[in-house]
């Protein structure tokens, strides 16, 4: 099988050669396998870098090709990358991400079961390692702390809505067509109830394994959390069948605390003093709760003093998630 494996970056130049390398020591054999990097209009050196990689490893697969994306975004990215690519299956890899020797091969064994799309999980992990990241990924791993989907929970081999490093069969955009270009990081969510729309299924496979660098600040983490919950507003206008509860979550626990505050400020109605302190009451005790969970579950040499800030963790990560989508909604 001809596989298209796609690198779409914008300013990665401290992690495009790691990925580049993880591709080159792919099992898969490499005359089987195009590699497509696009670059995303960076001001780095990320496209030099492309470069070295194409000019130095040409013979390497059957085709390496550096093309342009001068929109920047991801879907327009993706875009770019589905006009040009020649596999039978395109599979996508994040910059920012580390995949095994084995990825390609295993994406290659479910789809050649029988499936048009396939994905797996996508544990997050540290770059650097320092002992605060240590606690930084115990909060991203944590289902309290960023979210339920089955690429981060690993529900067994099934099928799912959505899935990260996804793999899909050429048929599948020849009959769904590309990106919705105004959708800037919610355009996986999109595409993919799209995709289950147009009667595919998109099937989850454990044994499929990628992983991606969590963000290396926790200023970066609240950066990121606030613009993931900002798109969830604006995608809410164009295709609200693609979302799920669960993406409403940290904008109703927003909502509560302004308007119980607001309430408790303007009012000396006892009940509504009462159902503010149950409010913060039950989600203190969740926090708490998930935090300990975190921390028992945490692997050998991963736990730290500074751990003991998980609730506070918790906390800032769904006001910042929340507080992106109450701007995308009512600013």
């Known amino acids: 099988m001809y596989i298209t494996l796609c690198v779409i970056a914008y300013n990665e130049e401290e992690n495009i050669k790691s990925i580049l390398e993880d591709i080159k020591h792919q099992d898969y054999n490499h005359q089987d396998m195009e590699l497509l990097m696009v670059d995303s209009a960076s001001t780095d050196d990320t496209k030099k870098l492309m470069l070295e990689f194409l000019h130095k490893n040409d013979n390497e697969f ?99 809505k959505s899935v990260f490093h996804g793999a899909y069969r050429r048929e599948v955009f020849d009959k769904v067509g590309g990106f919705n270009e105004k959708l800037t990081r919610t355009e996986d969510n999109e595409i993919h109830y799209r995709i289950r729309k147009a009667g595919f299924k998109i099937a989850f496979d454990p044994e499929i394994v990628s992983y991606q660098y969590i963000r290396s600040s926790l200023f ?84 730290h003093i500074s751990a003991i800030l998980l609730p506070v963790l918790f906390f800032l990560l769904h006001v910042s998630y929340g507080l992106g989508t109450v701007k995308s909604i009512f600013v």
């Open 220 to 303: 970066k983490m609240l950066k990121q959390k606030f613009a993931n919950g900002y798109w969830i507003g604006k995608t809410l206008r164009v295709c609200p069948g693609c979302l799920s509860l669960y993406h409403f979550v940290p904008f109703a626990f927003v909502i509560a605390i302004i308007l119980s505050t607001v309430l408790c400020v303007c009012t000396s109605f006892i009940p509504i003093y009462v159902l503010t302190g149950l409010m913060w009451a039950a989600y203190i005790l969740l926090a708490v709760v998930m935090a300990v969970i975190a921390i028992i579950t945490a692997p050998k040499g991963k736990k």
């Open 62 to 160: 059957r085709k390496i090709s550096v093309v342009n994306n001068p929109k920047r975004t991801l879907p327009c990215g993706w875009n770019v990358a589905l006009k040009k690519y020649e596999g039978e299956v395109i599979l996508k890899v994040d910059a920012h991400a580390t995949i095994p020797a084995d990825f390609v091969t295993k994406n290659v064994r479910c789809l050649e079961s029988g499936e048009m799309v396939c994905g797996g999980r996508r544990p997050t992990i540290i770059k650097d390692g320092s002992k605060w990241q240590d606690t930084l990924l115990l909060a991203e791993n944590s289902m309290f702390g960023s979210s339920i989907a089955d690429f981060r929970n690993n529900p067994g081999k099934t099928y799912v």
